[in-house]
């Protein structure tokens, strides 16, 4: 079974631009989360999407949004980038059955973005 | 409501020697627990958890944590540190089965480990 998919790994945007990280999730994984690494904040959770629909947000701007397809991938957006949106972007899915949350999380490798 | 804390964000041992990372936890209900293991520039695996089934629980590469409810402690052991094992750990509490709140992550242990 392939595992939680990632895409760009890397990329390097400057202030103001915008950018969309994509994220594949385990097959059969309906929930999707995101978190952003910092070595100052540490693991950050953005935003948890299931079924198409989010079902919790963490404490981010609205610069940062995201969606689900009904493939259950995963997207997520930051408008107008700011120096401090540079991080470690992770994606982890879920298998959440029945829409419970099971616990476990299957992470993907991660989107280094770089803002300049 | 819950929180955790990781007792130290920097662990250094020598090849050979016990590992012991040390998390600490606040729940309002009986928690599932999870160490989490993070290579530079990879992505989080999973160690082991725990979820209410028995206190001692074994993982993989030779990890193993112990749940004291009475400490509320879930700290991360392993009776012999191999290189390999240098990467950053994190323990991690969510809400039981059944419910969704979001998870929460401990700051992260980073293990050093000297040959």
């Known amino acids: 079974k392939a595992g939680v998919t990632q895409t760009p790994r890397y990329l390097i945007k400057t202030r103001g631009q915008q950018v969309t990280l994509s994220c594949s999730p385990i097959?059969?994984?309906?929930?999707v989360s995101w978190y952003q690494q910092t070595p100052g904040q540490g693991l950050q959770f953005l935003f948890e999407?299931?079924?198409?629909?989010?079902?919790n947000k963490g404490n981010f701007p609205g610069r940062f949004s995201g969606r689900q397809f009904s493939n259950s991938r995963s997207e997520m957006n930051v408008s107008t980038l700011e120096l401090g949106d540079s991080a470690l972007y992770l994606c982890?899915?879920?298998?959440?059955?029945?829409?419970?949350?099971?616990?476990?999380?299957?992470f993907g490798e991660g989107s280094r973005l770089t803002v300049l | 409501a819950q929180s955790v804390t990781q007792l130290d964000s920097h662990v250094s041992v020598s090849e050979g020697t016990p590992v012991l990372l040390r998390c600490n936890y606040s729940?309002?209900?009986?928690?599932?627990l999870f160490w989490y293991v993070q290579h530079p520039n990879k992505g989080l695996q999973l160690l082991l958890k725990?979820?209410?089934?028995?206190?001692l629980v074994k993982g993989i590469n030779g990890f193993e944590a112990e749940f004291k409810k009475s400490e509320t402690s879930f700290h991360l052991t392993k009776p012999s540190a191999h290189m390999s094992d240098a990467a950053e750990y994190f323990c991690?509490?969510?809400?039981?089965?059944?419910?969704?709140?979001?998870?929460?992550f401990g700051t992260g242990t980073k293990l050093q480990v000297i040959p």
């Open positions: 725990y979820t209410s089934a028995a206190t």
């Open positions: 729940s309002s209900y009986s928690p599932s």
């Open positions: 999407y299931f079924s198409e629909t989010q079902r």
């Open positions: 097959s059969g994984h309906r929930s």
């Open positions: 991690v509490v969510s809400p039981p089965s059944g419910g969704y709140q979001k998870v929460t």
């Open positions: 982890a899915s879920s298998q959440s059955l029945g829409g419970a949350y099971t616990g476990e999380l299957f």
